[in-house]
């Protein structure tokens, strides 16, 4: 439970006042549900807009994805909730550091005068 703390507090970037924070999970189902009652516990705050992309496998077939999906939308909040698919994901990721230096709109966006922390 302590690695989710540290984990959860190195993501948030320390004092989160205004604006969005986006988690990307890349951990074990299991550990979905931990992780993300520390996210809703230390980083749910007024003025800051929470978004969770968990990365799929999601659940171990229908009933427990069924279950995982109806507590992580009490904690978190459907409309706050991505999933995606781990090669998709994988790709993508790796493609943000070419797609920030190829486009100079992009790179003033993803600069560090708009975004707090990684």
């Not at 979905?32 to 929470?50: A, N, P, Q, W």
């Not at 077939?61 to 279950?67: K, W």
């Amino acid at each position: 439970k302590q690695w989710y703390q540290r984990r959860v507090a190195i993501t948030a970037g320390g004092d989160v006042k205004n604006g969005l924070v986006i988690f990307y999970l890349s951990i074990p189902p299991s550990a979905y549900i931990t992780t993300s009652e520390m996210i809703s516990k230390h980083c749910r705050k007024d003025g800051v807009t929470l978004r969770v992309a968990y990365e799929k496998p999601f659940g171990y077939g229908l009933d427990s994805a069924e279950q995982l999906f109806s507590s992580l939308d009490r904690l978190i909040g459907n409309d706050n909730i991505y999933l995606i698919d781990h090669y998709l994901g994988k790709s993508i990721t790796q493609q943000i550091p070419l797609l920030r230096r190829s486009d100079k709109e992009i790179e003033a966006l993803l600069n560090n005068d708009n975004v707090q922390s990684i």
